[in-house]
């Protein structure tokens, strides 16, 4: 299992429009066969600070992930939105319930 931890900073009076593209990407990425778990935080403290905790099958379904239609929509709209470079940290899953087998 890989993880990835996305850190997003969102321009001021963007978290709205950011909110309603990035939760449409998560929706069709949990479709997805090699994704585990895409899941969408928001921070309660600064609603402009989101983390993507985006749970893979394997090293190929993160790669085949970045190539599909939904995640290239929601790039090219959030791009613009954001304060700053998004950052990524990468993980093994040690423990990681996967949707499938719930």
Known sequence: MRVALIRIQVKPGAEAAFL???LENARASNREPGVA???VLR???DPSRFVL????????ASARHKETPHYLRW?????PLMAGERTREF?????????DLR
């Not at 905790?53 to 190929?60: G, K, L, M, Q």
């Open 91 to 99: 993980f093994d899953g040690a423990y990681v319930p996967d949707r």
């Open 37 to 39: 778990r895409f899941d």
């Open 75 to 79: 790039k090219m709209i959030v791009e």
């Open 53 to 60: 905790v985006e749970a893979y099958r394997d090293e190929e």
């Open 20 to 22: 309603e593209a990035t």
């Open 43 to 45: 921070e309660a403290e």
